[in-house]
């Protein structure tokens, strides 16, 4: 399978709640990362998260780290239109490269 | 505003013509990638520059080159597009091993 995964679709109601989900392979994993792709751009990074750390919060963002599941989520609260995008989940690993691996993305719809 | 600038935005060449895709940084960071990305797929890293030191990854076809003549500028040399090169060029900015900067990325159509 692949190092990073995540679902590739989720369709959310505006105003709801939105948890996209990412599981990853490696354990030294020492960062982990969202980003967020609007249509015809570059990636956006959102937020990230130190392995050391089960939860931040940033605004509207909740991110929940669970190291012996090796499962990362990414809370939206009140979710919006413009939240419509692409998000990617990405691991850096400790002791070897430097370059983060990214997953598939997790397209997320937003509809009225 | 520091930024990652990439031009064009979309470009259309030929089949077998050579193209050349810019980016420049006003970051000032140590590191300038090249991702390719396909649809519904995941950013595929080609190669970066960790200052001057050139790093190709062992998948990426000779097809694909990279310049670096500075700090500010990274280009990325098509030498003969075939038509899966078709793809989303993103360049992208760190400093050492910290977090990555994506620019707006150029849509490469090649007929």
């Known amino acids: 399978g692949e190092d990073v995964e995540q679902s590739l679709f989720l369709s959310v109601r505006e105003g709801d709640s939105s948890v996209i989900n990412c599981t990853y392979t490696d354990s030294s994993s020492t960062y982990l990362y969202w980003y967020k792709q609007e249509p015809g751009a570059g990636l956006q990074l959102l937020t990230y998260?130190?392995?050391?750390?089960d939860m931040k919060q940033d605004q509207r963002l909740t991110v929940l780290l669970n190291k012996k599941d090796k499962h990362l989520s990414l809370r939206i609260a009140d979710t919006q239109t413009g939240d419509s995008a692409i998000y990617f989940c990405?691991?850096?690993?400790?002791?070897?490269?430097?370059?983060?691996?990214f997953g598939r993305g997790t397209s997320l719809i937003v509809h009225p | 505003d520091a930024m990652v600038i990439q031009n064009p935005r979309y470009q259309v060449t030929q089949f077998g013509k050579p193209v050349t895709l810019s980016c420049s940084q006003t970051l000032n960071h140590n590191v300038m990638y090249w991702y390719q990305q396909k649809s519904s797929q995941a950013p595929k890293l080609l190669f970066h520059y960790y200052d001057k030191d050139f790093n190709n990854e062992a998948d990426t076809p000779d097809n694909f080159q990279s310049r670096r003549p500075n700090t500010s500028f990274c280009f990325l040399d098509i030498r003969s597009p075939g038509l899966g090169d078709a793809a989303m060029y993103l360049c992208?900015?760190?400093?050492?091993?910290?977090?990555?900067?994506f620019g707006p990325g150029t849509r490469l159509t090649v007929t």
């Open positions: 998260i130190f392995s050391n750390m």
């Open positions: 992208a900015t760190s400093q050492d091993s910290y977090e990555q900067y």
């Open positions: 990405a691991e850096k690993r400790a002791g070897g490269s430097y370059i983060p691996t």
